[in-house]
């Protein structure tokens, strides 16, 4: 108890000093500059929806271009000038620099930055029990690194050579080269200095967070009480941590092969009429560098996902989470795993097939955590006494399509599968379901969830339905006709189908697909109106809207900087304890938050507790 | 004009549910209802579960029933009918687990929506399920893993000694293909040594260059093992036969290979799909640059007689673009003009003058 005590007395202390401090916020240090991770949360998460909305209006071009193809598209005109042929038409060069400029920006702005830095932020010091980050300047300078990434990002897409326009992966000799596409020239390299900015911000987000979860838990906040949420964050900065720099490697590289006239991707390229001198580089290595990113990423922005939907189920069925340890083991699995699959982007890239046997291999044992997840998801729901928040839509929608879109991996998993599957629409439908409407659906449901916590306010609920239905039934109607296209063999980044007989059909399908696109999209209408409308106009949330159990819905319904007022409550028991029988005795209603001491659920206590509780007394 | 029209349909939705939430909120208001935790609206959103369930169940039933044929394209090499069945088998496995986890997950959504009358039930844990749904689906992943691997193994091992060697340069953007000649050999290329004509650099230093030929379609024979030779000249493009299913990247600077067996000439392909127009086409696969889209090569299967016929007619580059004989070294000159026949064609333009 010592410990305790002096720890709260610190927190007390603490507090005094913080509350000194408030006294001179400013607008500057209090909305622009801040040191408060709930107002760094809430900058993630309004540049996430700024981000979200040009990256879905950039999608919104090319699906006219691919559902309509005859269509003149004369009126963007103003907004894309030259981009649009004297003809009417999009650009083909420009087509290929929007796929790419949407898949960064929906990876790392959006689902890394929206997501991650949102709930990360805002979640890790209210549910573990702490004033604030590890550092709070370290954490205003994430935001802001990530917002001057985001800035020379957005001035690429205006440069007269166009954005880069490789794939979202950009690989060299492509990206390399000016001569082999214009946006390979400026463009490239607005984009590999957006993504070091944006790499420096992730890392010192990741660390700080990482550190947060160590160091700065409440009296009784043992690991194996803390909410999945917060595991979630943990394991993805973690993640983050040790993937991220491989980029910027990669990325250094090729700057180098770019400016310098270094050859670590180059060799016997023959453009433009001139034998370039590189030789001895491999484009390959990129590749692996890439991707050594580039799949742990794809759990960068799932695993945060897969904590708030853990969360959100249990709370809304009124049921401990099923499996709470096989949980946490499920997403230790995955993130061990994640580092090892890398290469199964690369099983026809020319690489030894015996690497394709290996990560063939290491690729299909990831499934199995996965599949541990869903049957806890399911399990969960069994019995359960569901409350149909949006936030709890959009959950069950994501373990939905986390369903959908993760069956498909197990067959592009396969090498032997892969090789006709391989870059085709099939994997446009697989990862558009699993890792980016998966995670859009954990990014609404969180919002939807914390939304009272972050405001002070409701959204409306109704509108949520609205926006969960149209938006569910949306990107499955965008999403799954692609497996039939991508079966069918057309393969991505093609400006158009016309020029091959194989790929010549299915320009009904294409064209639905674009109509569905363009619904969800204006869907999002609603949520934006939701969001900004209920922020200054919604109803007042109560203390505990949804009567959960975790930490933050202790904190005064507006926090303040140092979160609790007072000391800074201990816990006593962990996050889940939902419909537990013979609560009501003990005069609690379906649920006991984690600060209700054992002593003071007698009638509750399960077995194991009563002899933590004769434990605690011998002491 | 046809998107016009569904922007202005999404308005009309969009302005009409606004008007209806409006008009909820205010009963809502009137009721007293807005501030309770369990509207009627868990209700509905259950029943939505259902609903949802269904209907899409049936509309991707249906859709996969009667759209098969067009969906599903035809396959015409050995390893092609290895990976589609791997393809088809996957598909029944994930099938089954799919459609199981769905309605279990929409079912138990509607099934147990909240009701004041049963309180949720506290089940924390069971380590013998979690144990289940553990071994379950690793057991079934293994048996994937083991059966695709041995197909895998069989499509990527080495080309038999008999293959039928062709190169294929990829480059902005078109497709080059190079067949060894006589000779059964193709000779040496260096990427300095390419032009406007040259395109494939070859080295004429090298006398298994001499009867190389460049002909404008690829040629492939039915029945017999083929190697492709993949190389690329500027960027990374990708080799892509979608009924051979073969798919192989083509990277500047390290040349790659793919080996496969065709079992349907185009002729056979032309009376099973009743079209008389089909042709084989190889495609990019890899984005390239602004011509990816267009990155076409027409390719013929021929049944054995008729390739070696067509291979019998074809002439080599060199006796093409004999200006390039002047950079045979003068030792190998006469080699040259043998190989190539030009030494009779030389002939034989004599005598005639």
């Known amino acids: ?619 | 004009m046809q998107n016009l029209v569904i922007l202005v349909g999404a308005l009309f939705v969009l302005v009409a549910i606004v008007l209806v939430h409006r008009i909820f909120v205010l009963v809502g208001v009137v009721k007293g209802t807005d501030k309770k935790r369990i509207t009627p609206a868990n209700k509905w959103n259950a029943a939505l579960m259902v609903v949802f369930l269904l209907v899409t169940l049936s509309i991707s039933g249906y859709y996969s029933y009667v759209h098969f044929d067009e969906y599903t394209i035809p396959i015409a090499s050995e390893h092609g009918a290895l990976t589609d069945n791997l393809f088809w088998i996957t598909m029944g496995v994930t099938g089954v687990v799919f459609i199981i986890t769905q309605v279990l997950l929409f079912g138990f959504s509607f099934k147990y929506q909240h009701n004041e009358k049963k309180p949720a039930f506290y089940y924390p844990d069971n380590g013998k399920l979690e144990a289940l749904w553990t071994i379950v689906p690793a057991i079934v992943l293994a048996a994937l893993i083991i059966s695709g691997l041995s197909t895998w193994h069989k499509v990527t091992g080495p080309a038999p000694e008999n293959a039928e060697v062709i190169e294929i340069l990829g480059y902005q953007f078109a497709w080059k293909v190079r067949y060894p000649g006589a000779d059964g050999q193709l000779g040496k290329h260096d990427y300095r040594l390419i032009d406007a004509d040259n395109m494939f650099g070859m080295d004429f230093s090298d006398k298994t260059a001499f009867d190389d030929f460049i002909p404008r379609e690829l040629h492939i024979p039915v029945n017999r093992p083929v190697e492709f030779k993949i190389r690329a000249r500027d960027v990374i493009h990708s080799v892509f036969i979608p009924q051979f299913r073969l798919k192989m990247d083509a990277v500047p600077g390290m040349p790659t290979r793919f080996h496969f067996t065709a079992t349907k000439t185009t002729e056979e392909m032309r009376r099973e799909l009743n079209d008389p127009k089909f042709n084989y086409e190889l495609a990019c696969n890899q984005i390239c640059g602004r011509g990816h889209f267009a990155m076409k090569m027409n390719v013929v299967v021929d049944s054995e007689e008729d390739y070696e016929k067509w291979k019998a007619e074809q002439k080599s580059w060199l006796s093409k673009n004999p200006e390039y004989l002047s950079r045979i070294p003068e030792e190998l000159k006469e080699l040259a003009l043998v190989k190539t026949g030009m030494d009779t064609e030389a002939e034989a333009n004599e005598n005639s003058l």
Do not use: C
């Open chain 1, 1 to 619: 108890m010592s410990t305790l005590d002096t720890q709260t007395a610190a927190h007390v202390e603490d507090h005094a000093h913080d509350d000194h401090h408030e006294h001179h916020d400013n607008f500057w240090t209090k909305y622009i500059f801040s040191t408060d991770h709930k107002m760094i949360g809430k900058q993630f998460l309004v540049t996430g929806i700024f981000w979200a909305i040009i990256g879905g209006a950039l999608s919104m071009i090319f699906r006219l271009q691919l559902g309509f193809p005859d269509m003149d598209l004369e009126w963007i005109r103003p907004i894309l000038g030259n981009w649009i042929t004297p003809q009417g038409k999009l650009d083909p060069e420009f087509y290929l620099a929007l796929v790419t400029m949407h898949g960064t920006i929906m990876v790392f702005f959006v689902l890394t930055a929206g997501l991650s830095g949102t709930f990360s932020n805002y979640l890790i010091p209210l549910q573990i029990g702490a004033r604030d980050m590890a550092s709070g300047f370290m954490n205003m300078l994430s935001y802001w690194f990530f917002f001057l990434s985001g800035v020379v990002m957005l001035v690429s897409l205006f440069i007269e050579t166009g954005p880069a326009s490789a794939g979202w992966w950009n690989y060299p000799p492509l990206s390399a080269l000016p001569q082999a596409v214009s946006g390979s020239g400026a463009g490239m390299t607005m984009w590999l200095v957006a993504m070091a900015l944006f790499i420096v911000s992730s890392l010192l987000g990741s660390i700080n967070y990482i550190t947060t979860v160590i160091n700065l838990r409440t009296a009784g906040m043992t690991l194996a009480r803390l909410p999945l949420t917060i595991w979630s964050f943990f394991l993805t900065a973690i993640i983050g941590v040790l993937s991220f720099p491989v980029l910027l490697a990669a990325a250094l590289l090729l700057i180098f092969d770019r400016g310098f006239g270094t050859a670590f991707y180059l060799s016997e390229i023959y453009i433009g009429g001139e034998a370039l001198p590189q030789v001895g580089g491999s484009p390959i290595l990129y590749q692996h560098l890439f991707w050594f990113l580039g799949h742990p990423e794809v759990y960068i922005v799932l695993l945060p996902a897969l904590g708030i939907t853990s969360e959100v189920i249990s709370t809304n069925s009124r049921k401990p989470i099923f499996g709470y340890r096989a949980m946490i083991g499920s997403m230790l699995g995955i993130t061990i795993l994640s580092f090892v699959v890398w290469a199964h982007h690369m099983f026809v890239s020319g690489m030894n097939p015996f690497l394709g046997t290996i990560f063939t291999l290491l690729t299909l044992i990831i499934a199995v955590p996965s599949a541990v997840k869903v049957f806890n998801y399911l399990a969960t729901l069994w019995r359960g006494n569901i409350v149909f928040t949006p936030a709890t839509l959009f959950s069950i929608g994501l373990v939905s399509l986390f369903i959908s879109g993760g069956l498909t991996g197990i067959f592009l998993g396969n090498s032997a599968i892969d090789i006709q599957l391989h870059d085709t629409y099939f994997v446009v439908a697989h990862f558009h379901l699993v890792m980016g409407s998966a995670s859009f659906f954990g990014l609404m449901a969180g919002v939807y969830h914390w939304f009272p916590k972050m405001f002070g306010r409701m959204m409306d609920s109704r509108l949520g339905y609205v926006h969960f239905w149209l938006t569910f039934i949306g990107v499955y109607m965008v999403f799954f006709p692609m497996h039939y296209i991508g079966i069918a063999g057309f393969p991505r980044h093609y400006y158009s189908f016309t020029n091959f007989q194989a790929f010549s059909g299915f320009s009904d399908l294409n064209a639905f697909v674009s109509a569905a696109a363009i619904f969800t999209f204006v869907a999002q209408l609603i949520f934006l109106f939701n969001f900004f409308y209920s922020m200054y106009k919604g109803r007042r949330a109560p203390q505990n809207p949804w009567n959960s159990n975790t930490l933050e819905w202790t904190t005064p319904i507006e926090p303040g900087h140092g979160n609790w007022p007072g000391a800074i409550p201990a816990v006593y028991r962990w996050p889940y304890d939902y419909s537990k029988p013979n609560a009501d005795k003990d005069g609690f209603e379906d649920f006991i938050p984690q600060t209700v001491p054992l002593s003071e659920t007698p009638n509750s206590n399960l077995p194991f507790e009563k002899e933590q509780m004769e434990e605690v007394k011998q002491k």
